[in-house]
């Protein structure tokens, strides 16, 4: 640990010497921005930017190091909500790529004394890598340390602990996408509700359940109720008005097999969406779907990975058309999808689905994707650390594709980010950056990329604002 600590104040000094240099390169980087302002970005201004942050790769490593640090400036108005223009997320009119990461059980450690500091010791090292946004569970049902121990009945010492969470994130400036509900059994899901509703002396035969009884839909609305109407604990603000949080998630990986036709679910996420939005309308909202086609493209089922996938009840477009959803979300897990043996297979399935679902947002729904869950289990026959790193760029690299046409990657999160000393948590895909210098690398070069595309003027504003935000961004830099 002590030497862990040693070898991150060694990379902050490191990176305090290429202050200067770094602001001077961004200030180019910007007035280069400001000069292809007074026409509308057209294909040729993006590629040409495209290329000048191509270029930056082994010049200019992210050094938010001063950055997160600071006292939490509850006055401060550049933390706003994020919101939705079009097929693009915008803070302020600005574009907001997202370069980010998932950690499931931040709540259950910050619950205990003894791990909280895990917590803040994973959101600084992410800050570090320029990484903004974190997935993480916003539920534990009727397990250890659960949130909601019954319906509605709820630990005061867990919800402070995601209090915590929540605090915490914004100190190191990263956002979280709050997951409302699991589908499967980990943490509790929508089998535990199942039970509860059993335990109340309803007749349930199936954990789908879930997804049509008025009272097991009930009890999720409660959940959803207490959820976006808490009051943190540690700085006031009620959760459906903190900008910390980037959006809502209906639940994890939602399937509902006993309903191939996609009906069921359908009506769920149509009612549980309205029902979000009926008391949240500011935060945004995605599903928390895989992303596999369904019965409503048949001409698109050749993407999923399997056969399998089209017969789960869920469907991708029509999804994602209900009413209040405001964007998609989609997995990716060639190794647990095809086949565990790692091979090219893996990389081209990956490269397509991503292409396929960036292409489709576009289209179709007119709105950003995010590719919620990537990675590759370590566990695998044939894994090796290099093909985590081109799996990492595969999608990184088509998202960047998106990016520089304006298109609709909104872009990524790991799955998933572990600080050390919490290998017993592991599933085989955690990355410890410390431990992973190759993928560090990476990681951050994409989050210097992105930063670059976000602290640009927006696509299609006018001069004046472009000119005020971009000079505003000069000065955000001098910070460095
Ligand atoms: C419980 O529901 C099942 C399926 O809906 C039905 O077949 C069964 O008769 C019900 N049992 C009782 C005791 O109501
Ligand atoms: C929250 O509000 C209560 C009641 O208004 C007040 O007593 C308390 O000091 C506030 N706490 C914080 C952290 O602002
Ligand atoms: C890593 O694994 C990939 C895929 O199995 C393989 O093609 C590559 O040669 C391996 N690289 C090393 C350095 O072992």
Redesign the pocket.
């Known amino acids: 640990m002590q030497m862990y600590l040693e070898k991150f104040n060694t990379m902050d000094s490191h990176n305090e010497k290429l202050g200067f240099c770094d602001f001077f390169m961004i200030a180019i980087f910007v007035v280069f921005a400001i000069h292809s302002c007074p026409t509308v970005y057209g294909e040729s201004g993006a590629e040409k930017f495209l290329n000048v942050v191509e270029q930056v790769e082994d010049h200019l490593p992210y050094s938010s190091s001063s950055e997160g640090t600071d006292e939490v400036d509850l006055e401060d108005d550049t933390w706003q909500m994020v919101q939705k223009k079009g097929n693009q997320f915008v803070i302020d009119d600005q574009p907001f790529y997202i370069n980010g990461f998932n950690t499931y059980w931040l709540m259950v450690f910050a619950a205990d004394q003894s791990t909280k500091g895990k917590v803040s010791e994973l959101f600084q090292q992410a800050s570090s890598a320029g990484l903004t946004v974190c997935r993480t569970w916003a539920f534990n049902d009727g397990q250890y340390r659960a949130l909601q121990k019954s319906p509605s009945v709820y630990d005061e010492e867990v919800f402070k602990a995601l209090d915590f969470v929540v605090s915490e994130a914004r100190k190191y400036k990263i956002r979280l996408i709050l997951s409302l509900i699991n589908n499967w059994d980990a943490y509790g899901g929508k089998s535990q509700y199942v039970k509860w509703g059993k335990a109340a002396g309803l007749n349930l035969t199936s954990d789908d359940d879930f997804f049509s009884h008025p009272t097991l839909k009930s009890y999720y609305k409660a959940h959803v109720k207490a959820m976006l109407n808490r009051v943190n604990t540690l700085n006031n603000i009620t959760y459906k008005n903190d900008p910390t949080i980037f959006a809502w998630e209906l639940m994890n990986e939602p399937r509902c097999t006993s309903d191939p036709t996609g009906d069921i679910l359908q009506n769920w996420i149509q009612e549980m969406a309205v029902y979000v939005k009926s008391i949240d309308p500011k935060h945004l909202l995605e599903i928390g779907l895989e992303g596999f086609y369904g019965p409503s493209t048949p001409n698109k089922v050749q993407f999923n990975p399997n056969t399998y996938a089209q017969q789960v009840g869920t469907d991708f477009i029509r999804n994602h058309q209900a009413l209040g959803v405001d964007f998609a979300s989609v997995h990716i897990y060639a190794d647990s999808w095809i086949s565990q043996s ?3 297979v893996h990389l081209q399935f990956t490269k397509s689905w991503v292409e396929a679902h960036i292409d489709d947002a576009e289209k179709y729904l007119g709105m950003p994707v995010v590719f919620a869950e990537f990675g590759v289990s370590t566990k695998d026959p ?3 650390s ?2 985590r790193d081109t799996l990492i760029s595969t999608v990184y690299k088509s998202l960047l594709e998106s990016t520089k046409k304006g298109g609709s990657g909104g872009g990524s999160l790991l799955w998933q980010l572990f600080p050390e000393g919490t290998d017993y948590m592991d599933d085989g895909y955690a990355i410890v950056l410390s431990k992973s210098p190759s993928t560090t690398k990476i990681v951050s070069l994409q989050s210097t990329r992105l930063a670059l595309f976000n602290s640009r003027c927006s696509w299609k504003c006018h001069w004046g604002c472009k000119k005020k935000n971009s000079l505003e961004k000069i000065s955000n830099h001098d910070e460095l």
């Open positions: 790692i091979s090219d044939g894994y090796n290099s093909f």
